[in-house]
């Protein structure tokens, strides 16, 4: 079984001010874990992934993430908020080494505020 | 990269009605896809996965009756809501994986709305 809690269903900030999205997962088996953004009615874009290599892991338009096992956390974040930022970001893992289907965390809606 | 495309992005049916949504993969095969509910301001919520040439899995409390899927070619794969009701109305996204260790990719959504 695997889930995914992201804390924090809103998250507000300034441009240009640090961003850190909130992830933690439970997996009986090594997860590979993704981050997506979504854009209102759209499908998913995928921010990055962490499948086993590298724990710190770099994605598109300056976000990056960090898989801690210890915390079993994969936490997102961006040094500088741009206001195209601003979306709904899905914490997602894939258990049995990215053979099933993902699931995903209730979501953060992130506001960047000018 | 990998893209799938997802028609139609909105719909209005009437109640009682059948609506298909299609996902083509365009530049990959797509040995498994799977198909995706969201509901406004929550989360996606897996409906059902499908291999080529095989019946699809439904998750639990998905009625396989109602949400047929067929998945006849490496490229295509449909949902087609039949009879549609007014709590059918929904966003709906598939996701396409050419092989068990590749990505996943995921088409822009069909908006449902019943009325």
């Known amino acids: 079984a695997q889930s995914v809690t992201q804390l924090g269903s809103h998250v507000s900030v300034s441009e240009g001010a640090l961003v850190l999205l909130r992830c933690n997962y439970s997996?009986?088996?090594?997860?590979?874990l993704f981050w997506y953004v979504q854009y209102p009615n759209q499908g998913l874009q995928l921010l990055l992934k962490?499948?086993?290599?590298?724990?710190l892991v770099k994605g598109i338009n300056g976000f990056e993430a960090e898989f801690k096992k210890s915390e079993t956390s994969f936490h997102l974040t961006k040094p500088s908020a741009h206001m195209s930022d601003a979306a709904e970001y899905f914490c997602?893992?894939?258990?049995?080494?990215?053979?099933?289907?993902?699931?995903f965390g209730s979501g953060t809606r992130l506001q960047v505020q000018p | 990269g990998a893209v799938v495309s997802q028609h139609p992005s909105r719909v209005i049916c009437k109640s009682g009605t059948s609506v298909k949504i299609e996902c083509r993969s365009l530049?990959?095969?797509?040995?498994?896809m799977f198909w995706y509910r969201q509901f406004p301001k929550q989360s996606l919520m897996l409906m059902a996965t499908?291999?080529?040439?095989?019946?699809?899995?439904?998750e639990q409390g998905v009625e396989k009756d109602k949400f047929l899927i067929n998945h006849a070619s490496l490229t295509l794969s449909t949902l087609t809501v039949t009879s549609a009701h007014p709590e059918d109305s929904s966003f709906y996204i598939c996701?396409?994986?050419?092989?068990?260790?590749?990505?996943?990719?995921f088409g822009s959504g069909t908006r449902l709305t019943v009325v």
């Open positions: 996701s396409a994986r050419e092989g068990a260790l590749t990505g996943y990719t």
């Open positions: 997996s009986s088996v090594p997860p590979y």
């Open positions: 962490y499948t086993s290599a590298a724990t």
């Open positions: 997602a893992v894939s258990g049995d080494t990215g053979r099933r289907a993902l699931t």
């Open positions: 530049d990959f095969q797509a040995t498994t």
């Open positions: 499908s291999n080529e040439g095989s019946k699809a899995t439904y």
